[in-house]
């Protein structure tokens, strides 16, 4: 059996870290539900850059856009982005209805300059939110200082929000809080809190990226070889233990009988980025139930290919997880430091991503003024 449709088995469910226009038009998203039972998207500002620099996908709709008037670089972004999610969301509605809301959620990312600003973010969430327009939209929200409160304040509004750039467990931690704060605010004002959804994205790969690299200048080669490669795993087994703590208990409890559902850790950031790894390394090591892994292309076709399904794989060894992590200290690294520092790092290269993206958009709007001018 396909080991991509063995993930539902084991209660997780796979979602596509991958968004252009053809996904959905040439049948290929279709296929994939039907195929590996794929159960939503995730996009952001590096993946939409990918899209519309990379290809002529775009060329036609922003043609037609901006024949209805010349139109700011933002405003096209968003016309191009929101008409792509409008389209995946229609195209995951019956697995949204299927799994009654659990899953078939596309991923919309408020814009990454906004990432230290709460009130800013509130504001572009619920513009997005509007602009959408669908019930299984996510908007994606930074777990940074700025963004965490912002979190609560549009949980308790009612939108969905998928919270990225997680690396840390103790900020792991304040998003819950955040989470079940904003689902009781929401429960407090008369809302339906079981028409909320959420996801933790704890980021995965780049912890390893971050820590390998700091391994390399230790002295002691036979602790770094114990350690090389096993930090990120061993970071997310620990989240998901403790995810497992803060959703139990009688605070959660009043709201799972309002039919609250708990927010799912989804692993982010699953390719391996060193060569030596087996590439399904990171998809096959955290299988756990309730959770969620959103997976590029390259490793999604090797995992459907060679991948191994082990059930409750995430909760495997937690003792040796936890001397990983007491390793990794006794060595003199912080994965404090390294988490900080890749929570600065994902904002920056989100920005960047973005940045590139406003500039194509600008060029081609620009071509296109210019050929009306000369036309």
């Known amino acids: ?20 226009t053809s996904l959905i038009s040439s049948g290929e998203l279709r296929t994939m539900i039907e195929r590996d039972g794929l159960k939503g998207i995730t996009s952001n500002p590096s993946i939409f850059e990918k899209a519309i620099a990379e290809s002529d996908e775009y060329t036609e709709p922003l043609k037609k856009f901006q024949s209805t008037g010349d139109h700011s670089v933002k405003d096209i972004y968003e016309h191009l982005a929101v008409s792509d ?24 990312e408020c814009s990454p300059y906004l990432a230290n600003d709460t009130e800013a ?9 509007e602009m959408v327009g669908r019930p299984n939209l996510m908007v994606k929200v ?3 200082a700025a963004g965490i409160p912002a979190i ?33 605010d929401l429960l407090k004002a008369g809302g339906d809190v079981s028409k909320s959804a959420s996801v933790a994205s ?12 700091k391994l390399k200048t230790l002295a002691d080669k036979e602790a770094a070889a114990q350690l090389k ?11 998901y233990e403790r995810y497992k703590v ?21 692993w982010a950031s699953t390719s391996t980025k060193d060569p030596s790894y087996k590439d399904t390394l990171y998809v096959e090591a955290l299988i756990g139930r309730d959770t969620v892994d959103t997976i590029p292309p390259a490793t999604m076709d090797a995992f459907r290919d060679h991948g191994v399904v082990k059930a409750d794989a995430v909760e495997q060894d937690l003792a040796g997880a936890k001397a990983i992590m007491a390793g990794l200290e006794k060595q003199g690294i912080s994965l404090k430091e390294i988490t900080d520092e890749l929570v600065k790092e994902g904002v920056k290269s989100f920005a960047d991503a973005f940045d590139t993206l406003l500039g194509v958009v600008g060029e081609r709007r620009k071509a296109l003024l210019e050929s009306v001018k000369a036309g």
């Not at 409008?86 to 959620?105: C, H, I, N, S």
């Not at 973010?121 to 939110?129: G, I, N, Y």
């Not at 790969?205 to 971050?210: E, L, M, V």
């Open 229 to 239: 490669g096993k930090v990120a795993i061993a970071n997310a087994k620990v989240a």
């Open 142 to 144: 930074p777990g940074t």
């Open 1 to 20: 059996m396909n080991p991509l449709k063995q993930l539902e088995a084991c209660g997780q469910a796979p979602w596509l870290d991958y968004m252009k």
């Open 152 to 184: 609560r304040r549009l949980l308790g509004k009612g939108l969905n929000i998928n919270v990225t750039l997680l690396f840390s467990v103790a900020v792991y931690e304040q998003v819950v809080e955040a989470y079940i704060s904003g689902l009781e």
């Open 202 to 213: 704890f980021f995965v790969s780049r912890i390893d990226a971050a820590a390998d690299k």
């Open 85 to 108: 999610i409008k389209a995946a969301a229609d195209a995951l509605k019956p697995v949204f209805e299927g799994t009654k809301g659990r899953d078939g959620y596309i991923s919309l």
């Open 121 to 129: 973010t509130v504001v572009e969430a619920l513009h997005l939110w």
């Open 246 to 266: 803060l959703f139990s208990g009688p605070r959660w409890e009043k709201l799972a009988k309002a039919g609250a559902k708990t927010q799912r850790l989804l």
